[in-house]
C-alpha cells in the first residue's frame, strides 16, 4: 500500500507522515531524499528540482510491494493508493513559512498556491483516490486520527472540503510583500 502526503510547504506533511507511518508500521519515505538517492533531484540553491516523470517511474518500481507513506509537495505525481492533501488556512501558511525563515518572494508564492489549491487541483488531476484534510487548528494528533478515521472506513475520496477565499484580506501584505 502506497499512501502519499502532499500539499504545500508548512502545512505539516512531515509531522503526519511520520506519525501516520509510526502507527501504521509502515516506513517512511520522504520524496526529496528518494530523489537525490536515486540522482533525479537537481540542486537549485536550498531546494531541489526533482524531474516528477522518473520520479513517479521510479517510485512505483521501488515501492510496488511495500507498505509505505511517501512524504512531499511532490509525492502526488507518483501513483499511489491514496493520496491525502493537507491543507492550512494561507495565514496559518504564511505564519508558518516566516518563522521558517522563507525569503518574501517564495513566502508569497506558496501562501498563493494554498489559496487557490494548487496541489489539490494537481492531486485530483493525478489520481482518483484522494483525501483533502483541513488542519486548521489542529493539532498533530488530531490530524492524525482524522486521517486514520477516514482510512479505516474505507473512504477514498473526499474533496473539496475548504474555501480559503475570506482570506484574501489578510493575506494580501503577503502577496505585496513578495512582488
Ligand atoms: P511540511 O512537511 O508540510 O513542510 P512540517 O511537518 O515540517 O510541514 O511542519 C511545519 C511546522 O509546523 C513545524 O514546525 C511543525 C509544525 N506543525 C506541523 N503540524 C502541526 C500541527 N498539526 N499543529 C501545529 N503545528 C504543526
Redesign the pocket.
Known sequence: MIITVT?T???????LSKLLAERLGYEYVSVRDFALEKGIGESAGDEIEIDVDELARLASEEFRERNVVI?GHLSHFIPADIVIV?RLHPGAVAE?LKVRGYPPKKLAENVEAEFVDVILVEAVEENENVLEVD?TG???EE?LNEVLSLLQAGIKRRVGIVDWSDSYGEILPYLMEGR
Open positions: 500539499g510547504p508548512g502545512v505539516g506533511k512531515t509531522t512524504d493537507l508558518r488542519t489542529k493539532g498533530p490530524v
